[in-house]
């Protein structure tokens, strides 16, 4: 079976922005399952787990102020190839470039330099899946 789970995260852009509904909105209407949900001020702890792959990068240190700097709405979410499925809503990772009718096309600001407001994170694939959803969802 190739039912999946992936960690979604509404970014602090996203949320700030009162975008929480219309992007659940557009996870429930592609039929994926919302199986849990938090509100979380991340710390930075978290974050550098959450972003390990990108340590060292240019854009690491302005991403990570940024993710700290508002709520961050995290979903788990279920469904068939979700994960790849979501990273298709969502669109590809620079705004300006991304598909319409996907939420980093159709939502998505071109901010200049500031590409990591690009309003969500999902999961790459299934082991990425599991290690996030372990840190975002380590009550569960
Ligand atoms: P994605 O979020 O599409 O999986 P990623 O994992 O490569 O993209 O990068 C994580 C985040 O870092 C991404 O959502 C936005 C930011 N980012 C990536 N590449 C960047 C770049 N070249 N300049 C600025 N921010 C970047
Ligand atoms: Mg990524």
């Given at each position: 079976?190739?039912?999946?789970?992936t960690?979604?995260?509404?970014k602090?852009?996203g949320v700030?922005?009162?975008?929480?509904g219309?992007?659940?909105?557009?996870i429930?209407?592609?039929g994926?399952?919302?199986?849990?949900?938090r509100?979380?001020?991340?710390?930075r702890?978290?974050?550098a787990?959450?972003?390990?792959e990108?340590?060292?990068?240019?854009?690491?240190e302005?991403?990570?102020?940024?993710?700290?700097?508002?709520?961050?709405v995290?979903?788990r979410?279920?469904?068939?190839?979700?994960?790849e499925?979501?990273?298709?809503?969502?669109?590809?990772?620079?705004?300006?470039t991304?598909?319409p009718?996907?939420?980093?096309?159709?939502?998505?600001?071109?901010?200049?330099?500031?590409?990591?407001?690009?309003?969500?994170?999902?999961?790459?694939?299934?082991?990425?899946?599991?290690?996030?959803l372990?840190?975002?969802?380590?009550?569960?």
């Amino acid at each position: 079976s190739q039912l999946e789970q992936t960690l979604v995260l509404i970014k602090p852009d996203g949320v700030a922005r009162n975008l929480t509904g219309e992007i659940l909105r557009r996870i429930e209407a592609k039929g994926y399952q919302l199986v849990d949900v938090r509100l979380v001020h991340a710390q930075r702890d978290l974050l550098a787990a959450h972003y390990a792959e990108h340590e060292g990068k240019p854009f690491y240190e302005p991403l990570i102020q940024f993710m700290e700097s508002g709520p961050i709405v995290a979903l788990r979410i279920s469904g068939h190839r979700v994960i790849e499925g979501f990273r298709v809503l969502a669109g590809t990772t620079d705004p300006t470039t991304a598909a319409p009718g996907t939420i980093r096309g159709d939502l998505g600001r071109d901010w200049g330099l500031n590409v990591q407001q690009n309003l969500v994170h999902g999961s790459d694939s299934v082991e990425t899946a599991e290690r996030e959803l372990a840190l975002w969802f380590s009550h569960s």
